[in-house]
């Protein structure tokens, strides 16, 4: 078993065990399942490429015997950088069949990411399509192997070579109490935290989640999101889908210029999206566009919906508003797609096992009276107990007892669901791509330039919140950077774009509170814009 991460305890293990919950089957097991149960039907649309169940189950047999044969074994980490594409699945199945873990970087991450994530999980090999961050992966000694999705990428290994590969199967049997796939977390320090899913755990997540979306054979998901991030691969998403038998259409960019026809098309019938994107499509669609009306349940998460946007999903699209509250260390909260439209509106969701246990406390962490806001709290049988390889930060991350500090504030609703109502954490909330305020102040201060530096979210129409930070240059007689240069300075340290400040304000001092300590909210109170 990996080492570096914190399971549940045995006696709740037992019980979620008990209910039927966890289930004992490994993501590779799975597969074996669905490919059996739903043979012929399509599992993939890509392009003009359509893979069966059966051919899925086959393709990931022949990649996971060409990963083996190269030298990667089971619990080897790999780092898979791949876009929305077939290749996605095969690779994750591949893997997941020899029991290997793959690491879900996104695709807007670059050096400075790729690098830490091949480090921090001691990655063996890197797996990218697109630009992907290579030459930094290449650098990390642990990692024996950079394979490319296309072969025109470089001088790379390139998937084809392993997919030829004749030779055993590499089946490995993994233990489904196991880590099953490292995901990321928005984050709220110095580096990005990894979240240990174990293949129980995750299975659970995602049939269940069919469940409440009412997914069946017959449902069309189309995967707009960046594949890799838990909403579209777990909320349903991809393995919802297919444990259910239905059909996923990979869209390779999420614009409604791309996604609307498919939709057509494929006569798709869900979709998860975060809120600007929502606000994209309505646009879109209230204008002259493909027929849409297969599509019935338009999933909204990963940040806060206004209800302005909310209110017209049904008018406009004409299917359902489902919110999702949701988050890559477990907890997953969902409007019924079934409920009355002031419900779907406002936001009011329901966790989804009967076994999250949900806590609203105090600073202190005594619980609040009922209905009031505080600090949320869970714990349950897909809520991570830890993040991997960070003690010291899983001390304060969780609670003795193993409750997991969101970082969110919420209340409980009269009829007992969970609105959200403010965050916490140290961390801004970018249109659904959270952005830890203290990753980009490192990357400021190793500027020669730069003295001090403090980043915040300020209020944003269309994406919720942007980025701004607060800089206070190194004494003269220097001049300081421009912000221009600074933004170039962050990008050619390999930061993900979506995390370069949208602005950035030169100020004389950072404005202190308290006893030293900044208070973030009113950081930018009385700061010229
Ligand atoms: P992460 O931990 O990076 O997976 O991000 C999860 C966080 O996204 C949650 O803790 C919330 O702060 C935020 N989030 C996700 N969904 C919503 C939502 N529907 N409304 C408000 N915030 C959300
Ligand atoms: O924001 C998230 O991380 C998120 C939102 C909705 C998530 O991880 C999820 C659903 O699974």
């Known amino acids: 078993m990996m080492d570096g991460w914190i399971g549940w305890p045995a006696d709740l293990a037992a019980r979620y065990r008990a209910a039927g919950y966890w289930q004992g089957e490994t993501l590779g097991g799975f597969l ?7 043979g012929d039907r399509v599992a993939i649309v890509d392009g003009a490429r359509r893979w069966s169940y059966r051919e899925l189950d086959a393709r990931a047999g022949r990649l996971a015997a060409g990963l083996r044969r190269l030298g990667v074994a089971p619990a080897d980490r790999v780092v898979v950088q791949l876009g929305n594409t077939a290749e996605f699945a095969e690779v994750c199945f591949g893997l997941w069949r020899l029991g290997a873990i793959p690491v879900m970087a996104l695709p807007a991450h670059r050096g400075a990411e790729i690098a830490h994530l091949c480090a921090h999980t001691a990655a063996v090999a890197y797996v990218f399509a697109g630009r992907g961050a290579a030459g930094a992966a290449a650098r990390v000694p642990t990692v024996r192997w950079v394979v490319a999705a296309d072969r025109s990428a470089g001088p790379w290994l390139a998937l084809d070579d392993l997919r030829e590969a004749p030779g055993p199967d590499g089946r490995a049997n ?18 990005p935290k990894l979240i240990p899913r174990t293949h129980d755990d995750y299975l659970y997540s995602a049939r269940a989640s069919a469940q409440a979306c009412r997914l069946g054979r017959d449902s069309g998901y189309l995967v707009a999101l960046p594949v890799a991030h838990n909403f579209p691969l777990s909320s349903p998403g991809v393995l919802g889908t297919l444990s259910v038998g239905g059909r996923l259409v990979f869209a390779p960019a999420p614009s409604p210029e791309v996604a609307f026809p498919l939709i057509a098309r494929e006569g798709v019938t869900i979709t998860a999206v975060v809120p600007p994107l929502a606000q994209v499509w309505l646009r879109a669609a209230a204008a002259p566009h493909p027929d849409l009306s297969s599509l019935r ?45 002031e419900v779907a509106v406002a936001g009011h969701t329901r966790p989804l096992s009967p076994a999250d246990e949900i806590r609203i406390v105090d600073d202190e962490d005594r619980e609040v009276p009922p209905g009031a806001s505080g600090h949320l709290l869970t714990r349950g049988p897909y809520t991570i107990r830890g993040y991997y390889r960070a003690d010291a930060h899983n001390r304060t991350a969780f609670t003795p007892d193993g409750f997991y500090r969101t970082g969110d504030l919420a209340r409980r609703t009269a009829g007992g669901r969970l609105a959200v109502t403010g965050r916490a954490k140290n961390q801004i909330n970018r249109g659904g791509e959270k952005v830890a305020a203290e990753e980009v102040e490192q990357h400021l201060l190793a500027h020669p330039r730069v003295r001090q530096a403090v980043v915040v979210g300020t209020p944003d129409p269309f994406l919720g919140e942007r980025t701004r930070a607060l800089v206070v240059p190194a004494p003269a007689p220097a001049e300081p950077p421009s912000p221009a240069a600074l933004r170039a300075f962050l990008r050619e340290r390999g930061l993900a774009t979506y995390k370069i400040p949208d602005q950035v304000t030169f100020v004389d001092a950072i404005p202190e509170t308290g006893v030293g300590k900044l208070s973030r909210t009113e950081l930018t109170e009385g700061v010229p814009r």
Not at 32 to 38: C, K, L, T
Not at 179 to 190: M, N, P, R
Not at 302 to 317: D, E, F, K, Y
């Open 32 to 38: 074996d399942r669905i490919a059996a149960e739903f």
């Open 174 to 191: 993994a233990d489904a109490g196991g880590v099953a796939l490292l995901q990321l977390s928005g984050g709220t320090t110095g580096v």
């Open 297 to 341: 349940v338009l999933q909204v998460g990963g940040a806060p919906l206004p209800a302005a946007v909310a209110r017209q999903v049904r008018p406009v699209l004409g299917c359902a508003l489902q919110q999702v509250f949701g988050m890559a260390e477990g907890l997953l909260s969902y409007t019924d797609p079934d409920d009355p439209d």
